[in-house]
């Protein structure tokens, strides 16, 4: 009976990789896994989500997979056959659109994908005027090999989607025709954003398709900045809002975040970005003689963060002096975490440009550093304090102990 | 007026208070008795010191922990907090956490050395079983006294640790599981435990430890210091003594003087203590937080935890970890009850099977603790 098992199995196994998977075998497979290269669409199509969910090639591709002649087959009602670049968008469609299908399938999935591409840029040159090059659902999500966004070997997975989009958009050649920049990956690359997603692999990091959106795809306008960056940075952009920078930088036209932090290419927030000097970017706009507060406005805040930050870093030397030197620094270590906090909110704060609200701020975290400071000089002072004292005691000890040594030798 | 000597009469201050108690309490009777006894002079007599040590080290472990009792608050809402104070807020607290942590771990090492010295000297033979025996309870309750205070500042480390350790006595057989529910006042480690661990540490050891080592002591005084087994058929010309009162009592000062400055300059300049025997206050222990990656158990313990560590899960058809607090617990009774069994050294002529034992315990500890702090 186990022999009769074995054989069975030996002979089962060239029905791989369906049986291993459990998926259905068709028609279809069994001459394409013939006929085609190792990297053919039958071979890639059993990496792919839909392979995975249990949809075969007639799910797409229409036909009957019961056939075994291929001519038979292109004749049944229903084949659709390979789709041409601007048919890829109803195609796909034909289910991702279908609400009442896909939940059946990922009722996690929305099904609104195509109405979001038919607005987005993509969308609207390959509808309006039939641009064979813009890019439709396969040109992100591949076309045999299409992967979950979950799954991390997919071009849509967050790590991997600024590859794909600059896969077109850092390729001058490609774009030459389009008239729009091509280092936005470069900037991307450099930018904070990038670092935290690419380097650190942080996934709460924004990705291209965070700010830009995926299906809707479309380079933010200078009125929606304010949400794009506002989603995340919620408090500045609030602040911004009600700032006096509001109503000049509507009037100008000017982006509200881009203005100062640029786009792609996000530096690091510093407190060089303000004050007077270079290469702060007040200046660009202000001078001491414009007519507003701005000019002065800058300088104050430059003063309060740079006078809050370095009391910040010379009370934390001086803390560091008191911890190794043994001392309990505990409370001390929990009122600089509070510095630190202050600091970081009076930077926000630098966005309401209004120094009568960041300078309470400021003040608050300056007043908590020069207790910090003032305790662990303290701190330091009874390091100082305890050795001295343990010089007098040993001393004493010592004196007592030669006396009774003298004391020993003189009763032997 | 009646005096128990009857010779000159006093004239100073001193003598008169002297004097005063003699009247009532017959001290001088005690005084002579002291001056009678002398001490074996020998090229091993360091070990003599020892003991002693041992005691002053307890004698500053009364006093530091009764300091400490005065600040400090059992519970899982205080414990921790009350060290932090403390160590922190408490004008010299951190010295007195310091001594106390430094001088009971001095005062184990001690202990250690005393044992082994007397094992290794046959200080045991007759007429001193009982001391020895007493001696054996006093090792164990100093141990007890060591496990009971680690929990008290409620701190991380102490409390995954007293978790591993009680845990151990929950694989006892039989009584097992009651054993961890009274060690632990309940199922886990909490603020119960502390309860219970802080009444063991201030009241009930004390009160056991102080009787033990009244007796442990009286005993000495009764016998004197033992003479070393080679001295069992020398001629009595050839025996060198000192005498105990004030000679031998003076140098023991002496050695306490100095024992105490290695502590002060430990206290003040390591606090937290150093390296492997290491006290930092650290975070407070929190039940739901994941232990620590290694939870080490005071150095003490470290040859007994590495060796529970080494056994298989199953042993000659029983849990490993079963055998292991069973041959403990034969190797203790072995060691407990050596002055009955070495009837050899009874007759005053060292034992080489004991003497071996001996050895191979010693190494076992050493080897084993070694293991503990490399393997991790």
């Not at chain 1, 100082?384 to 010592?398: C, D, H, N, P, V």
């Amino acid at each position: 009976m186990r022999r009769l098992f074995y054989i069975v199995v030996l002979f089962a196994l060239p029905l791989y990789p369906s049986v291993i998977l459990g998926q259905r075998q068709s028609n279809c497979e069994t001459c394409h896994f013939e006929v085609e290269e190792p990297e053919g669409p039958a071979h890639k199509f059993t990496r792919d989500v839909h392979f995975q969910k249990g949809l075969g090639c007639v799910d797409c591709h229409g036909g009957d997979e019961s056939l075994d002649d291929m001519d038979l087959v292109r004749k049944v009602k229903g084949y659709r056959g390979i789709p041409g670049h601007l048919e890829v968008p109803e195609f796909c469609a034909r289910c991702h659109s279908d609400a009442v299908y896909m939940r059946n399938h990922n009722p996690s999935l929305p099904t609104d994908q195509l109405e979001k591409y038919k607005t987005s840029v993509h969308g609207q040159r390959l509808f309006g005027r039939k641009d064979p090059k813009v890019a439709n659902c396969v040109s992100c999500h591949s076309v045999h090999e299409i992967g979950d966004a979950k799954m991390p070997h997919s071009s849509t997975y967050p790590l991997n989607i600024p590859r794909t989009c600059a896969r077109c958009h850092a390729d001058s050649a490609y774009m030459a025709e389009y008239s729009i920049p091509t280092n936005q990956y470069a900037g991307f690359v450099a930018s904070v954003h990038g670092h935290a997603l690419l380097e650190k692999q942080d996934l709460g990091a924004p990705a291209c398709n965070d700010c830009h959106g995926n299906h809707g795809a479309a380079p933010p306008g200078v009125t929606s900045l304010s949400a794009v960056c506002g989603n995340c940075h919620a408090f500045q952009a609030e602040l911004f809002l009600q700032s006096p920078h509001e109503k000049g930088f509507a009037e100008n036209n000017y982006p509200m975040c881009e203005t100062c932090h640029s786009n792609h290419r996000i530096v690091p927030p510093g407190d060089t970005l303000i004050g007077t000097s270079e290469p702060a970017l007040c200046v660009n706009c202000h001078s001491a003689d414009d007519g507003t507060k701005g000019f002065a406005t800058a300088e104050g805040m430059v003063t309060a963060l740079g006078t809050l930050s370095s009391r910040r870093d010379s009370a934390a030397v001086i803390l560091a002096d008191a911890r190794t030197k043994g001392m309990m620094t505990t409370d001390e270590d929990f009122r600089l975490q509070e510095v630190d906090q202050a600091l970081i909110q009076a930077r926000v704060l630098v966005h309401s440009f209004d120094l009568s609200k960041l300078a309470p701020k400021a003040n608050e975290g300056l007043a908590k550093a020069d207790t910090v400071r003032a305790n662990s000089e303290s701190l330091i002072d009874e390091y100082y304090f305890r050795r001295k004292g343990l010089g007098l005691a040993t001393l004493f000890i010592t004196i007592v102990a030669i006396g009774l040594y003298l004391k020993i030798r003189r009763l032997d | 007026m009646p005096t128990t000597t009857g010779t000159k009469p006093p004239s100073t201050l001193g003598q008169k208070s002297f004097q005063w108690l003699d009247d009532r309490f017959h001290i001088k009777a005690l005084v002579d008795y002291m001056s009678d006894k002398s001490v074996p002079r020998h090229g091993r007599s360091i070990w003599y010191y020892f003991g002693g040590i041992s005691l002053f080290l307890f004698i500053v472990q009364v006093v530091t922990g009764i300091l400490l009792l005065m600040y400090y608050r059992p519970g899982a809402d205080s414990a921790y907090e009350s060290v932090r104070f403390i160590v922190s807020e408490v004008s010299f607290g951190w010295l007195i956490r310091a001594l106390h942590s430094w001088s009971a771990n001095l005062m184990i090492f001690a202990v250690f050395i005393h044992m082994f010295s007397v094992y290794f000297e046959y200080s045991y033979r007759k007429p001193r079983e009982l001391t020895w025996v007493s001696g054996i309870v006093l090792f164990g309750l100093a141990l007890t006294f060591g496990f009971s205070g680690y929990l008290l500042p409620w701190n991380e480390l102490a409390f995954f640790a007293t978790r591993v350790g009680t845990g151990m006595a929950g694989a006892v057989p039989v009584i097992g599981e009651n054993l961890l529910v009274i060690m632990r006042g309940g199922e886990e480690v909490t603020g119960a435990t502390i309860g219970r661990f802080f009444g063991l540490h201030v009241a009930i050891l004390p009160a056991i430890f102080t009787v033990v080592l009244t007796a442990h002591l009286v005993f000495i005084q009764r016998q004197g210091m033992s003479e070393p087994i080679d001295w069992t058929d020398k001629p009595e010309s050839e025996k060198k003594y000192i005498k105990f009162f004030p000679n031998f009592l003076l140098r023991d000062l002496l050695v306490w003087l100095i024992v105490l400055n290695i502590l002060a300059v430990l206290a003040v300049f390591l606090p937290d203590g150093i390296g492997l025997i290491h006290w930092p206050l650290g975070t407070k222990a929190d039940p739901f937080a994941p232990p620590p990656p290694v939870i080490r158990p005071e150095w003490y313990f470290m040859f007994a935890f590495q060796a529970l560590k080494f056994l298989p899960a199953h042993l000659f058809g029983l849990e490993g970890e079963l055998v292991g607090i069973g041959a403990f617990t034969l190797g203790g009774l072995i060691w407990a009850l050596a002055p009955f069994l070495n009837t050899k050294a009874h007759r005053g002529k060292p034992s080489t099977p004991f003497t071996l034992f001996g050895i191979l315990v010693l190494l076992f500890m050493i080897g084993m603790t070694i293991a503990g702090y490399i393997l991790e």
